[in-house]
């Protein structure tokens, strides 16, 4: 196949999911319960695990997120109104990305962080590498997935009536589709539990087990991550994929009328 530029009839199995749980209405629900989601997780983390944690520059950690929470929930609440939303759809969508990243990407990442801050016997260095861990592997996660992702729409596996637009999903085409992500997050997990297994006695075996599950979740939230950014990328490119007042997706291939400039007549 030769070389060509993805269309807009490319993404088409992408607008499925902006008729039902990713419509205006929707995720305007969402952000609203993420506000009381925020506070919750919030708590979790920096009154469960925070305090006796000696993870280092924790204290710069939690001001700066605190500021970040706030700051997402604000957003939450404005985009959560009906008035905000179908005047401001991409910014709907973008606010909503960083909050779903940032409830369950960061908070559990950071959780996990702390959690293993606690253990006794375990440094600050240590800390430090479990971080750089848990990040390139996340990084890794995400660079395959959007990789995957863009090929996946060059063979136009997402354009109308191909397979991924068909609600069949056969066990065998799953894993064969997802192989180099199951690789990536499987390469990442296994530096990261091989270096918890050294680090961390068997006494503290239950922070050991709900840290790499927190890890897990922040990982599975890099995977979503791609497909998040492609859609946001389809609402600003393509009218399609945004809603009209009614709260119903625009007809596919359709295009905002320009208006036309009144001609100036000079006077004589």
């Excluded at 700066?64 to 910014?91: D, M």
């Excluded at 962080?113 to 390139?136: C, E």
């Amino acid at each position: 196949m030769g070389r060509r530029n993805l269309e807009e009839m490319d993404f088409w199995a992408l607008r499925n999911s902006l008729e039902t749980r990713q419509s205006i209405s929707s995720l305007g629900a969402v952000l609203i319960v993420s506000i009381f989601l925020n506070a919750i997780l919030f708590l979790l983390v920096y009154v469960v695990v925070f305090e006796y944690s000696i993870y280092p520059n924790k204290e710069d950690i939690y001001k700066a997120h605190l500021y970040i929470t706030i700051v997402l929930s604000l957003f939450g609440l404005v985009f959560g109104l009906p008035f905000f939303y179908k005047r401001y759809e991409k910014i709907q969508y973008f606010i909503s990305i960083i909050v779903s990243q940032n409830l369950f990407g960061a908070f559990p990442l950071l959780f996990a962080l702390f959690a293993f801050g606690n253990v006794y016997g375990i440094s600050q260095n240590n800390l430090l590498m479990i971080t750089r861990l848990a990040l390139f592997a996340g990084g890794l996660v995400f660079v395959v997935t959007s990789v995957r992702l863009f090929l996946l729409l060059k063979r136009g596996e997402y354009r109308a009536d191909s397979r991924k637009d068909k609600v069949r999903k056969k066990w065998e085409d799953f894993v064969r589709g997802h192989l180099p992500v199951f690789i990536a997050i499987g390469v990442g997990a296994v530096f990261i539990i091989q270096y918890l297994f050294r680090i961390i006695p068997i006494a503290n075996f239950d922070i050991f087990i709900m840290g790499t599950l927190c890890i897990l979740i922040y990982m599975t939230m890099l995977f979503v991550l791609p497909e998040q950014l492609v859609i946001l990328y389809c609402k600003i490119r393509y009218e399609s994929f945004n809603h009209n007042r009614k709260g119903n997706l625009k007809p596919f291939g359709f295009k905002t009328p320009k208006k036309k400039k009144k001609k100036a007549y000079k006077i004589r």
